[in-house]
Structures are given as C-alpha cells and as structure tokens.
C-alpha cells in the first residue's frame, strides 16, 4: 500500500510539474508575440504602403518552386523545415546588407540588426519592417512557439523567441536557406529600379 501511495504521489506530482511547464511555455510564446508587436511601433507603413522596397513578385505552382528553389530552401520555406544549425550560407556573414525573403525578393532584415547569436542560424533583434513579416503560433515541437514566415508570400523563415538582446528582447532565429543577400549598394541599385525583374531569380 506505501508503495502505491508512493507511486500515485509521483504521477500526481509529475503531471502538476509538465502542467505549470505548460503553461509557462504558453507564457512565454505570448511575451514573445506582444514584444514583437511593442518593437514594431512605429515603423509600420501606411495603407497601400505594405511591402516597401519590394521587387515585383507573381505567385509560383509548386512545380515552378521546386525548379527554381534547391532542394533545401523548398523544404525550409514550403514544409517549415529546418537546416542543421552552422550549416546554412548567413550564420556566420558580417557583411553590411540586406536579407530578402528567397522565395518573392521582400526584404526582410537588415545586417544593422544582424547579431551573434551563438545558435549556429542568422539572428536579428527586429524585422527590417512590420508588415514584411507574419507570426503565428506553431505547436509542431509539442509546445508553443512563435513561427516567422514572409508576409506576401508565406514562405516559412523560421521563429521569434524573447531572449534577444535589446532594445526589442527579440531573437528572430532564420533559416539561413529561407533567405538571399545582396550587399547594400546592389540593394540600393535595385530598388532604384522601377522595373526590377523577379527577385527570387536575380538575387538567389
């Protein structure tokens, strides 16, 4: 009888603990969001003026994605995988420029906001603008997080977490695959350019 009273105390137990990490993994994933939403005050555009710097964009067939996209990046942005960390072309890139969603060409982060991390993927403590990006809650891992995707496009980037550095206290961790780069004077010479071509062809 001490025993099973001994074992009912433990699952009882066990289940009160995985219960308040529930709801402290929920807590979290909902300061994430409201941090991120603080941090764009102000820097959202008017109406009509959604996607700013954006080269044209037709939405493709997944037949034309995976020709145009490797194998990798059509994972990554198509089916929210995720490449192995210090593996992917921008973890590691100190060049001053812009990262673009490599699926449509919207720019999405700035190298001013680039920082080290440590976790082996790009990290940058705010979105080149609000309205280039779109979270939503993602549960796949079992628990809540906050999953980044491209906001015209929908290509999947990768998360937001809230143990960042300041002034926003975000990390937004991408997959270095869902993105492309272009130096910042190529990047200025582009978006002087009224009739840019398709950016996921010229700047992949």
Not at 67 to 89: C, H, I, S
Not at 125 to 130: Q, V
Request: charged fraction near 25%; charge should be positive.
């Amino acid at each position: 009888m001490n025993a099973m009273k001994k074992r009912r105390r433990w699952v009882v137990g066990m289940s009160c603990a995985l219960a308040v990490c529930g709801i402290a993994m929920i807590a979290r994933a909902m300061q994430a969001d409201e941090a991120r939403g603080r941090s764009a005050e102000g820097v959202r555009g008017g109406e009509g003026d959604d996607f700013v710097d954006a080269p044209p964009y037709s939405p493709k067939s997944r037949r034309e994605l995976r020709r145009t996209l490797t194998p990798l990046q059509y994972n990554v942005t198509q089916k929210a995988d995720t490449e192995r960390a210090f593996t992917g072309p921008y973890w590691n890139n100190k060049e001053d420029g812009v990262y673009s969603c490599v699926v449509c060409g919207l720019p999405l982060f700035d190298s001013a906001s680039k920082y080290r991390s440590g976790t082996g993927w790009p990290s940058f403590w705010k979105s080149i603008r609000d309205s280039h990006v779109g979270t939503k809650t993602d549960w796949k891992m079992g628990y809540p997080r906050t999953e980044v995707h491209c906001r015209r496009c929908k290509a999947h980037l990768g998360h937001v977490f809230n143990d960042g550095p300041q002034p926003t206290g975000l990390r937004y961790c991408m997959n270095g695959a869902a993105l492309s780069f272009l130096g910042r004077a190529d990047f200025d010479q582009q978006k002087s350019k009224p009739d840019a071509s398709d950016a996921s062809e010229s700047i992949r």
